[in-house]
């Protein structure tokens, strides 16, 4: 079992930045690869960043390559998202996911979900 917590979400303006954070409690946090979603008002869950459980390999959703970075922290527990050039359109709940072995883009494959953190970028 185990429990996600999310935090670092708020108000910026067009062109700024946030790091999202994700504290994870329970054993084994090391073996699960983790990942972020966001879900924007009327619209489905997008994949937005996944790291392995090492932390070595990392993947991006299209519209944040360049912008976003993904890391983990395994003596903390923690997994990060930075997010650098933030545009309106990464206004979203921010979900944090982790999932036993490899890593996915697919949401359906995670085990376990955070409750979200707001993210909201002004133009």
């Known amino acids: 079992q185990v429990q996600l917590v999310e935090s670092g979400g708020g108000l910026v303006q067009t062109g700024g930045s946030l790091r999202l954070s994700c504290a994870a409690s329970?054993?084994?946090?090391?073996?699960?690869?983790m990942a972020w979603f966001r879900q924007a008002p009327g619209k489905e869950r997008a994949f937005v960043a996944a790291v392995s459980w090492s932390g070595r390999s990392t993947y991006y959703a299209d519209s944040v390559k360049g912008r976003f970075t993904i890391s983990r922290d395994n003596a903390k527990n923690t997994v990060y998202l930075q997010m650098n050039s933030l545009k309106p359109e990464d206004t979203a709940v921010y979900y944090c996911?982790?999932?036993?072995?490899?890593?996915?883009?697919?949401?359906?494959?995670?085990?376990?979900w955070g409750q979200g953190t707001q993210v909201t970028v002004s133009s």
């Open positions: 329970g054993r084994a946090f090391s073996t699960y690869g």
């Open positions: 996911a982790a999932k036993l072995g490899g890593s996915s883009s697919a949401y359906e494959t995670y085990d376990y």
